[in-house]
C-alpha cells in the first residue's frame, strides 16, 4: 500500500487572489498558478513554510492541529519548543510559561529544552565513537531533512541518526505520566507547541520509524493571546519550576554547535545556503567538518512561520536566557552518557529518499521527452516572468511535457506564433496578388 503523503500547507483556493507571490517565493518551484488560482505540486514542497508567511490574504494555511482534536485524550501535556520561552516579555522566565500553558487547558507542560541538552550530550558521545560519513548533517529541522530526501538522496547516510529533543520530550513525558496516572500511552495527548509547520510531517510521518510519541501541533501564534492573558494568573511564583541548561540556546542559528565540544563544527541559517552546501557536500567537499546544524529559516526556529516576535529580537532573547539559565545543566551528563550508551537516543530504522519523477517510467520515452522539453525551452525567451503560471521558463517547458499545461500559456510562443501567421498571410496574399495581376495584365492582351 503506498504511504499516504502530507504535506504542511494547504491552499484555500476560495480566498486566494492569483497574487503569485506565493510562486515567485517557493524555493523549490512547488506553486502554479492558473485561472488565478495557486496550487501545490506535492512531491515537489519541502514544508519550508516561505509560502505561508508571504501570504497576505492568508489563503495558504499551515497544517496544525486544533484544539478540540485534544478532546479525545484523558489527560494531555504541552511540550513547547524552546522558542516559545523567546516570545514574550524579557522578565517572564520559562517556568512560568510552563505554568501558563497549564492555565489554559493542558494538564501538564513539559519542558523541551532539557531534552535538547540530553540530545546535545548524545550528538557529542556519536561523534567521538562513529567513524561514519563526514560531514554527519543535523537532522532536526523538517525541512532540511525533507530536502535532502528529494534532491540530495546521496546523502541520507549523513544525517545522524540521534533522536530528536521533542520526540525524546515526548517519549519520556509521556512515560512518566503513565507511571504515575496509571493511563495507557493512547490516553495521554502529547502536543507540541510549534514555530513552524513543518514539525507536524515529523509527527506524521517520523523519520525512520512508524509512530512518534506525538500526538499534534499547536501554532506560538495560535496560542500566543491566551497565554498573554494567563500570565498574570500566575500569582505562586515560588512553586513554578526552574528551565535551564544549555538547550535553550537551540533555537538560534549555532545553537546545537555551541553545546558541542567538537571544533569542526558549522551552523547554517536559509534554505538557499543549506542547498549550497548540500551542493558542496554532495560533490565531496567538506570532509574535514564534523558536523553541519542546517536550518531552512535564516534565523533558525526563532524566525519559524508560526511564531509572533520579531525574529532578531527574539534571537536576543535567546541570548539572554542562555545567558541567565543554560550555565547550569539540566541533568548530570554522566546519567546521559549512560543513557546513550543503553541506546535510549538511538534511531534505528532507515530514512527513504523521495526523489522528483522522471518524465516518464520508461527510460527510452523519458529519453525523448527530455529532448521535447529542451526544444520548447529552446523557444522560451527566458525570462522567467512568469505570466503562464510557472515560475521559471524551464518548469513551463516541465509542465508542458507533463500535460499540466498547454505551450499557449506562453504569451510570448503566442506572439511569435501570430507573427509568423500573419507572416505567412501576407506573402500568400502577395503570392496571389502577383497571380491575379499577371492573369489581369495578361487578359487585357
Ligand atoms: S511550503 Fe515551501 S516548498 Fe512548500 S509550497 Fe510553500 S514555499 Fe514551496
Ligand atoms: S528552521 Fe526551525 S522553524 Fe524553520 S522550518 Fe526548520 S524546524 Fe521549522
Same mark, same amino acid.
Request: with cysteine; charged share 25%.
Given at each position: 500500500m503506498m504511504e499516504e503523503e502530507f504535506r504542511s500547507i494547504r491552499i484555500e483556493k476560495e480566498i486566494c487572489?492569483? =497574487?503569485?507571490s506565493c510562486m515567485r517565493i517557493c524555493p523549490t518551484h512547488a506553486i502554479r498558478v492558473h485561472s488565478n488560482k495557486a496550487s501545490l505540486i506535492k512531491e515537489l514542497c519541502?514544508? =519550508?513554510g516561505e509560502c505561508v508567511r508571504t501570504c497576505e490574504y492568508k489563503a495558504i494555511l499551515p497544517l496544525t492541529s486544533s *484544539?478540540?482534536? *485534544?478532546?479525545?485524550?484523558k489527560y494531555t501535556i504541552a511540550l513547547p519548543s524552546p522558542v516559545f520561552y523567546s516570545q514574550f516579555g524579557k522578565e517572564i522566565q520559562p517556568g512560568i510559561l510552563l505554568e501558563a500553558l497549564k492555565k489554559i487547558g493542558f494538564d501538564d507542560a513539559y519542558d523541551v529544552a532539557c531534552s535538547s541538552e540530553a540530545v546535545s550530550i548524545a550528538l557529542q558521545e556519536y561523534l567521538d565513537s562513529n567513524e561514519g560519513p563526514r560531514p554527519l548533517i543535523s537532522p532536526y529541522c523538517p525541512t532540511i531533512l525533507r530536502l535532502i530526501q528529494v534532491r540530495y538522496p546521496n546523502l541520507l547516510e549523513n544525517l545522524i541518526p540521534i533522536e530528536s529533543p521533542m520526540e525524546i520530550a515526548a517519549r519520556e513525558a509521556k512515560r512518566k505520566k503513565m507511571q504515575e496516572l496509571g493511563l495507557s500511552e493512547k490516553e495521554i495527548g502529547a502536543i507540541y507547541i510549534t514555530p513552524c509547520p513543518a514539525k507536524m510531517i515529523s509527527i506524521l510521518s517520523p523519520p525512520r520509524k512508524k509512530h512518534s510519541f506525538l500526538d499534534g501541533t499547536i501554532a506560538i501564534s495560535e496560542i500566543y493571546p491566551s497565554i498573554l492573558q494567563a500570565i498574570p494568573q500566575i500569582t505562586t511564583k515560588n512553586d513554578v519550576k526552574e528551565v535551564r541548561g544549555l538547550g535553550l540556546g537551540w533555537p538560534i542559528v549555532g545553537g546545537q554547535v555551541a553545546s558541542l565540544k567538537a571544533e569542526e563544527c558549522i551552523a547554517i541559517g536559509g534554505i538557499n545556503d543549506c542547498i549550497r552546501i548540500l551542493e558542496d557536500i554532495e560533490n565531496g567537499k567538506l570532509r574535514d567538518i564534523q558536523y553541519i546544524e542546517c536550518h531552512s529559516c535564516p534565523n533558525a526556529c526563532v524566525g519559524g512561520s508560526l511564531t509572533i516576535e520579531n525574529q532578531y529580537i527574539a534571537r536576543g532573547k535567546v541570548l539572554k536566557i542562555v545567558e541567565k539559565y543554560g550555565s547550569q545543566p539540566c541533568q548530570e551528563r554522566e546519567y546521559i552518557r549512560e543513557l546513550y550508551r543503553r541506546n535510549f537516543f538511538s534511531q534505528l530504522g532507515k530514512i527513504s529518499a523521495s526523489p522528483i519523477k522522471p518524465l516518464d517510467d520508461d527510460i527510452s520515452k523519458a529519453i525523448q521527452k527530455m529532448k521535447q522539453k529542451q526544444k520548447i525551452l529552446d523557444m522560451l525567451p527566458k525570462i522567467d516572468c512568469g505570466i503562464c503560471g510557472a515560475p521559471t521558463c524551464e518548469t513551463f517547458a516541465d509542465d508542458v511535457i507533463k500535460g499540466l499545461t498547454c505551450a499557449d500559456e506562453c504569451i510570448i510562443l503566442t506572439v511569435k506564433k501570430f507573427e509568423s501567421m500573419s507572416g505567412n498571410l501576407f506573402e500568400t496574399a502577395q503570392k496571389h496578388s502577383r497571380k491575379i495581376k499577371s492573369r489581369w495584365e495578361d487578359e487585357k492582351k
Amino acid at each position: 500500500m503506498m504511504e499516504e503523503e502530507f504535506r504542511s500547507i494547504r491552499i484555500e483556493k476560495e480566498i486566494c487572489h492569483g =497574487c503569485m507571490s506565493c510562486m515567485r517565493i517557493c524555493p523549490t518551484h512547488a506553486i502554479r498558478v492558473h485561472s488565478n488560482k495557486a496550487s501545490l505540486i506535492k512531491e515537489l514542497c519541502i514544508d =519550508c513554510g516561505e509560502c505561508v508567511r508571504t501570504c497576505e490574504y492568508k489563503a495558504i494555511l499551515p497544517l496544525t492541529s486544533s *484544539f478540540s482534536e *485534544f478532546s479525545k485524550f484523558k489527560y494531555t501535556i504541552a511540550l513547547p519548543s524552546p522558542v516559545f520561552y523567546s516570545q514574550f516579555g524579557k522578565e517572564i522566565q520559562p517556568g512560568i510559561l510552563l505554568e501558563a500553558l497549564k492555565k489554559i487547558g493542558f494538564d501538564d507542560a513539559y519542558d523541551v529544552a532539557c531534552s535538547s541538552e540530553a540530545v546535545s550530550i548524545a550528538l557529542q558521545e556519536y561523534l567521538d565513537s562513529n567513524e561514519g560519513p563526514r560531514p554527519l548533517i543535523s537532522p532536526y529541522c523538517p525541512t532540511i531533512l525533507r530536502l535532502i530526501q528529494v534532491r540530495y538522496p546521496n546523502l541520507l547516510e549523513n544525517l545522524i541518526p540521534i533522536e530528536s529533543p521533542m520526540e525524546i520530550a515526548a517519549r519520556e513525558a509521556k512515560r512518566k505520566k503513565m507511571q504515575e496516572l496509571g493511563l495507557s500511552e493512547k490516553e495521554i495527548g502529547a502536543i507540541y507547541i510549534t514555530p513552524c509547520p513543518a514539525k507536524m510531517i515529523s509527527i506524521l510521518s517520523p523519520p525512520r520509524k512508524k509512530h512518534s510519541f506525538l500526538d499534534g501541533t499547536i501554532a506560538i501564534s495560535e496560542i500566543y493571546p491566551s497565554i498573554l492573558q494567563a500570565i498574570p494568573q500566575i500569582t505562586t511564583k515560588n512553586d513554578v519550576k526552574e528551565v535551564r541548561g544549555l538547550g535553550l540556546g537551540w533555537p538560534i542559528v549555532g545553537g546545537q554547535v555551541a553545546s558541542l565540544k567538537a571544533e569542526e563544527c558549522i551552523a547554517i541559517g536559509g534554505i538557499n545556503d543549506c542547498i549550497r552546501i548540500l551542493e558542496d557536500i554532495e560533490n565531496g567537499k567538506l570532509r574535514d567538518i564534523q558536523y553541519i546544524e542546517c536550518h531552512s529559516c535564516p534565523n533558525a526556529c526563532v524566525g519559524g512561520s508560526l511564531t509572533i516576535e520579531n525574529q532578531y529580537i527574539a534571537r536576543g532573547k535567546v541570548l539572554k536566557i542562555v545567558e541567565k539559565y543554560g550555565s547550569q545543566p539540566c541533568q548530570e551528563r554522566e546519567y546521559i552518557r549512560e543513557l546513550y550508551r543503553r541506546n535510549f537516543f538511538s534511531q534505528l530504522g532507515k530514512i527513504s529518499a523521495s526523489p522528483i519523477k522522471p518524465l516518464d517510467d520508461d527510460i527510452s520515452k523519458a529519453i525523448q521527452k527530455m529532448k521535447q522539453k529542451q526544444k520548447i525551452l529552446d523557444m522560451l525567451p527566458k525570462i522567467d516572468c512568469g505570466i503562464c503560471g510557472a515560475p521559471t521558463c524551464e518548469t513551463f517547458a516541465d509542465d508542458v511535457i507533463k500535460g499540466l499545461t498547454c505551450a499557449d500559456e506562453c504569451i510570448i510562443l503566442t506572439v511569435k506564433k501570430f507573427e509568423s501567421m500573419s507572416g505567412n498571410l501576407f506573402e500568400t496574399a502577395q503570392k496571389h496578388s502577383r497571380k491575379i495581376k499577371s492573369r489581369w495584365e495578361d487578359e487585357k492582351k
